[in-house]
Nanobody, 116 residues
Framework: QVQLVESGRGLVQSGGSLRLSCTASGFTFSRNAMRWYRQAPGKERELVAAISSAGGTTNYADSVKGRFTISRDNTKNTMYLQMNSLKPEDTAVYYC?????????WGQGTQVTVSS
């Protein structure tokens, strides 16, 4: 079955960096676009970044452009989110996501907390 497992949770100070990973199984990872979402307390889940199946195309939310970098290693079935210059407003649970046909799959989420 499809599994998405995030790792890299942490507590960092404002201005710090953190790298999240999402390891996938149960489908052909190299054929799927992948996405990172986040959900802060009391807020809607929002799209943070997306990457095409081969990694050649990426897109970012305006709030993270220039600070976050999405990447993937199809040999390891893993997607990454490098987060630099973190701000307190980046505090959220971060989820990886993909779709297969009409079905959307989510990881369990990983907590990122940025202190001011």
């Amino acid at each position: 079955q499809v599994q998405l497992v995030e790792s890299g949770r942490g507590l960092v100070q404002s201005g710090g960096s953190l790298r999240l990973s999402c390891t996938a199984s149960g489908f052909t990872f190299s054929r799927n676009a992948m996405r990172w979402y986040r959900q802060a307390p009391g807020k809607e889940r929002e799209l943070v970044a997306a990457i095409s199946s081969a990694g050649g195309t990426t897109n970012y939310a305006d709030s993270v452009k220039g600070r976050f970098t999405i990447s993937r290693d199809n040999t390891k079935n893993t997607m990454y989110l490098q987060m630099n210059s973190l701000k307190p407003e980046d505090t959220a649970v971060y989820y990886c996501n993909t779709g297969l046909g009409a079905t959307t799959f989510w990881g369990q989420g990983t907590q990122v907390t940025v202190s001011s």
